[in-house]
């Protein structure tokens, strides 16, 4: 927005992306935006503070506005007013908006039907000719369904948009566009495109781009949803483009791999269907090393069919990224070696600055690059590798070198081959191997006979799909960081070192165990200790088996805020041993759910005594006919795709039983 209003100017040492960003860090650094989380997890969004708003929107009123649908807030709205946003259902008021000659910027929330909206819009198109952003919304996702009740939302954009000649940046979130205005290629100004719609497409249209959208040269970045980009023909014209996040190579001209070779300002790259190139000539017309600002680079094959394995190491032998790469994702490639740029410390250590590697479904490859050697990595993905045996293979001689030195997140999925992290020969000195790891997972690996010591840093451990029959936290660090665990679709295991290690582990609160049918044990704990001496804080706990509750030290704990009880196809009924562990000074839980018990019939009738449960969530659990009696704190009930005995007699229109949950302010049963 602010380099397509022209507040931000180029520079020879940075994009003007980059200069925007440092400016914006600058103002939440003077706390001119707060960072707001958003959901679970989910994100962050930033708000300009409340005093700050309304102080700028007095200062500015000459040039920033807000048109709503009401008639007699447009008349006061300045005349010379550069930045309106719009939010109406009634057309006339959008026709109002071409009286302001000097508008650079539009922000529309329309609730209105097509035509009317269509026909408003070309007036504007008209009228309007100063505008350098234009952003067109439907309305938000809660009020979409009750828009398309009523009227149809808008499919096509007027072919007069291309009166708009100063227009910069094109933002759309419109539901069901059938295609761009083909006058949107005369716009040769246009630096940003983004199409977003509010929900996912369920189909590629064709032609919705504008033939000769390449036309172009000044767009810097185009988002288009289902792979839109690699329609696009000739896209080598557009040499200011940032990012192309996916490129689908054919054998057809304006297509072919040669495009790229003059887009020097790619930041981010995406090559599909490597398969159809030629040969290594073809390749080398690409030039990656000569894009000094590319970061991000994705290669993918498109299938695992059989190939010609020498053509595909010749291939990636050619694609020499630049020294500037931070981020390499390698997909469906069927060499059996890697490629010559990254197979030895000397080649490898040109790209240095390597922060994430992902490689995925690479089937031929024997022997890993040397990763380990790259001083700022910090994310490594090996995904569906089944022959490599080994993480480190001998690279050159020296078994003192510090492995791995700022990993901080190792992801292994479907290694089958792995037997161990280290060929024989090759070690890493002690406390040297993953010094920075906070997160390991592991799955599918049968043949790897232990974990590595784990790592003085390390906050998260998950293994699937692990031979087993025990493991061990072998560290040198006390006590051990973790604070995550889990060991989940593990048969052959037995027993977990879990009770042996409290004392170390301290800070462990969240423990997930699902589908290890043998397990017996959770380590060795004196009873002594049990009572008088439990310092393991666990306050989550996800299970697929309620006997975990009956081991120690899960017996004895005191802390668990949350218990989530999931896929058991087995569990019919609760044993006594458990319906009493709910009995016994569970004052701390908070948080309950059942989730996919396909065979249970009946809850713990010990519910009642939870005094501190405040959420208690029951889904996919058919066979569940009623409910215990509740406790009285209870403040949230959630069921979803239990039995319709249990529906009804609850529900809220004159159940039978609905005075039983009467006292609980939120109730969703569906």
Same mark, same amino acid.
Not at 473 to 495: D, W, Y
Not at 548 to 575: C, G, H, T
């Given at each position: 927005?602010?380099?397509?209003?022209?507040?931000?100017?180029?520079?020879?040492?940075?994009?003007?992306?980059?200069?925007?960003g440092?400016?914006?860090? =600058?103002?939440?650094?003077?706390?001119?935006?707060?960072k707001?989380?958003?959901?679970?997890?989910?994100?962050?969004?930033?708000?300009?503070? /409340?005093?700050?708003?309304?102080?700028?929107?007095?200062?500015?009123?000459?040039?920033?506005?807000?048109? =709503?649908?009401?008639?007699?807030?447009?008349?006061?709205?300045?005349e010379?007013?550069?930045?309106?946003?719009?939010?109406?259902?009634?057309?006339?008021?959008?026709?109002?908006?071409?009286?302001?000659?000097?508008?650079?910027?539009?922000?529309?929330f329309?609730?209105?039907?097509?035509?009317?909206?269509?026909?408003?819009?070309?007036?504007?198109?008209?009228?309007? !000719?100063?505008?350098?952003?234009?952003y067109?919304?439907?309305?938000?996702?809660?009020?979409?369904?009750?828009?398309y009740?009523?009227?149809?939302?808008?499919?096509?954009?007027?072919?007069?948009?291309?009166?708009?000649?100063?227009?910069?940046?094109?933002?759309?979130?419109?539901?069901?566009?059938?295609?761009?205005?083909?006058?949107?290629?005369?716009?040769?100004?246009?630096?940003?495109?983004?199409?977003?719609?509010?929900?996912?497409?369920?189909?590629?249209?064709?032609?919705?781009?504008?033939?000769?959208?390449?036309?172009?040269?000044?767009?810097?970045?185009?988002?288009?949803?289902?792979?839109?980009?690699?329609?696009?023909?000739?896209?080598?014209?557009?040499?200011?483009?940032?990012?192309?996040? @996916?490129?689908d190579?054919?054998? =057809?001209?304006?297509?072919?791999i040669?495009?790229?070779?003059? @887009?020097?300002?790619?930041?981010?790259?995406?090559?599909?269907?490597?398969?159809?190139?030629?040969?290594?000539?073809?390749?080398?017309?690409a030039?990656?090393?000569?894009k000094?600002?590319?970061?991000?680079?994705?290669?993918?094959?498109?299938?695992?069919?059989?190939?010609?394995?020498?053509?595909?190491e010749?291939?990636?032998?050619?694609?020499?990224?630049?020294?500037?790469?931070?981020?390499?994702?390698?997909?469906?490639?069927?060499?059996?070696?890697?490629?010559?740029?990254?197979?030895?410390?000397?080649?490898?250590?040109?790209?240095?600055?390597?922060?994430?590697?992902?490689?995925?479904?690479?089937?031929?490859?024997?022997?890993?690059?040397?990763?380990?050697?790259?001083?700022?990595?910090?994310s490594?993905?090996?995904c569906?590798? #089944?022959?490599?045996?080994?993480?480190?293979?001998?690279?050159?001689?020296?078994?003192?070198?510090?492995?791995?030195?700022?990993?901080e997140?190792?992801?292994?999925?479907?290694?089958?081959?792995?037997? /161990?992290?280290?060929?024989?020969?090759?070690?890493?000195?002690?406390?040297?191997?993953?010094?920075?790891?906070?997160?390991?997972?592991?799955?599918?690996?049968?043949k790897?006979?232990?974990?590595?010591?784990?790592?003085?840093k390390?906050?998260?451990?998950?293994?699937?799909?692990?031979?087993?029959?025990?493991?061990n936290?072998?560290?040198?660090?006390?006590?051990?960081?973790?604070?995550?665990?889990?060991?989940?679709?593990?048969?052959?295991?037995?027993?977990? #070192?879990?009770?042996?290690?409290?004392?170390?582990?301290?800070?462990?609160?969240?423990?997930?165990?699902?589908?290890?049918?043998?397990?017996?044990?959770?380590?060795?704990?004196?009873?002594?200790?049990?009572?008088?001496?439990?310092?393991?804080?666990?306050?989550?706990?996800?299970?697929? /088996?309620?006997?975990?509750?009956?081991m120690?030290?899960?017996?004895?704990?005191?802390s668990?805020?949350?218990?989530?009880?999931?896929?058991?196809?087995?569990?019919?009924?609760?044993p006594?041993?458990?319906?009493?562990?709910?009995?016994?000074?569970?004052?701390?839980?908070?948080?309950?759910?059942?989730?996919?018990?396909?065979?249970?019939?009946?809850?713990?009738?010990s519910?009642?005594?939870?005094?501190?449960?405040?959420?208690?969530?029951?889904?996919?659990?058919? @066979?569940?006919?009623?409910?215990?009696?509740? #406790?009285?704190?209870?403040?949230?009930l959630?069921?979803?795709?239990?039995?319709?005995?249990?529906?009804?007699?609850?529900?809220?229109?004159?159940?039978? /039983? !609905?005075?039983?949950?009467?006292?609980?302010?939120?109730?969703?049963?569906?």
């Amino acid at each position: 927005m602010w380099i397509a209003l022209g507040f931000i100017q180029p520079s020879q040492a940075m994009t003007m992306e980059d200069i925007g960003g440092r400016y914006f860090d =600058v103002l939440v650094k003077k706390a001119l935006f707060d960072k707001v989380a958003y959901g679970y997890k989910v994100g962050y969004y930033y708000k300009m503070h /409340d005093l700050i708003h309304e102080s700028a929107s007095k200062f500015f009123a000459q040039e920033c506005g807000t048109l =709503v649908d009401d008639v007699v807030s447009s008349l006061k709205i300045s005349e010379t007013i550069r930045h309106l946003s719009v939010q109406i259902t009634n057309p006339d008021i959008i026709k109002i908006i071409g009286q302001f000659k000097y508008l650079h910027s539009l922000i529309l929330f329309y609730k209105t039907s097509n035509q009317d909206l269509c026909n408003a819009l070309i007036e504007v198109f008209k009228a309007t !000719r100063s505008l350098r952003l234009l952003y067109l919304s439907a309305p938000s996702w809660e009020n979409m369904r009750l828009l398309y009740e009523s009227a149809p939302c808008l499919k096509m954009i007027s072919e007069e948009i291309g009166n708009l000649l100063h227009l910069r940046c094109l933002k759309i979130t419109l539901q069901d566009l059938i295609k761009l205005p083909r006058s949107l290629s005369n716009l040769y100004h246009l630096q940003y495109i983004n199409y977003d719609p509010p929900t996912m497409l369920s189909q590629i249209i064709v032609d919705f781009l504008p033939n000769d959208i390449n036309n172009l040269s000044n767009l810097r970045c185009v988002k288009f949803p289902m792979n839109y980009n690699s329609s696009i023909c000739g896209v080598g014209k557009l040499k200011s483009l940032q990012q192309l996040s @996916m490129f689908d190579l054919r054998n =057809v001209s304006g297509y072919r791999i040669g495009e790229l070779e003059n @887009m020097n300002d790619l930041c981010k790259l995406g090559i599909n269907c490597l398969e159809n190139v030629k040969d290594a000539e073809e390749v080398c017309s690409a030039k990656l090393y000569a894009k000094r600002r590319l970061i991000d680079l994705t290669l993918c094959w498109s299938n695992t069919d059989s190939r010609n394995i020498d053509l595909d190491e010749n291939v990636l032998d050619n694609l020499h990224p630049p020294k500037c790469l931070r981020n390499l994702r390698i997909e469906r490639y069927m060499g059996a070696r890697s490629a010559i740029w990254m197979n030895n410390v000397n080649m490898l250590s040109n790209l240095k600055k390597m922060e994430k590697i992902d490689l995925m479904d690479c089937l031929e490859c024997e022997t890993l690059p040397p990763f380990g050697q790259l001083p700022f990595l910090k994310s490594l993905l090996l995904c569906n590798m #089944p022959k490599v045996k080994w993480l480190e293979s001998k690279f050159n001689g020296n078994d003192k070198y510090r492995s791995f030195p700022l990993l901080e997140k190792l992801d292994i999925w479907g290694l089958k081959a792995l037997e /161990d992290w280290f060929e024989a020969g090759v070690a890493a000195e002690d406390g040297c191997l993953f010094p920075c790891l906070i997160q390991l997972f592991l799955r599918d690996c049968p043949k790897l006979k232990e974990l590595p010591s784990l790592p003085s840093k390390l906050k998260r451990l998950e293994i699937h799909e692990i031979g087993w029959t025990t493991f061990n936290f072998c560290s040198n660090s006390n006590p051990i960081p973790l604070e995550s665990l889990g060991v989940l679709h593990c048969p052959n295991i037995t027993s977990l #070192p879990l009770a042996d290690e409290i004392a170390r582990l301290a800070a462990l609160r969240y423990l997930k165990i699902i589908n290890c049918p043998n397990l017996i044990s959770i380590g060795r704990y004196p009873q002594v200790e049990t009572t008088n001496n439990c310092h393991l804080m666990l306050s989550d706990l996800l299970t697929s /088996d309620p006997s975990v509750l009956l081991m120690e030290p899960l017996r004895s704990i005191a802390s668990l805020k949350e218990l989530n009880i999931w896929n058991n196809d087995e569990l019919v009924s609760f044993p006594n041993e458990a319906e009493q562990w709910f009995l016994n000074g569970r004052s701390s839980l908070s948080e309950l759910r059942f989730f996919n018990l396909k065979s249970l019939e009946s809850l713990p009738s010990s519910f009642e005594s939870l005094s501190s449960l405040q959420k208690l969530s029951i889904g996919r659990v058919p @066979m569940l006919r009623e409910l215990p009696n509740l #406790p009285p704190n209870l403040q949230h009930l959630s069921i979803s795709g239990c039995h319709p005995e249990l529906k009804e007699p609850y529900g809220k229109d004159g159940g039978s /039983d !609905r005075h039983k949950i009467a006292h609980i302010p939120n109730i969703h049963i569906r």
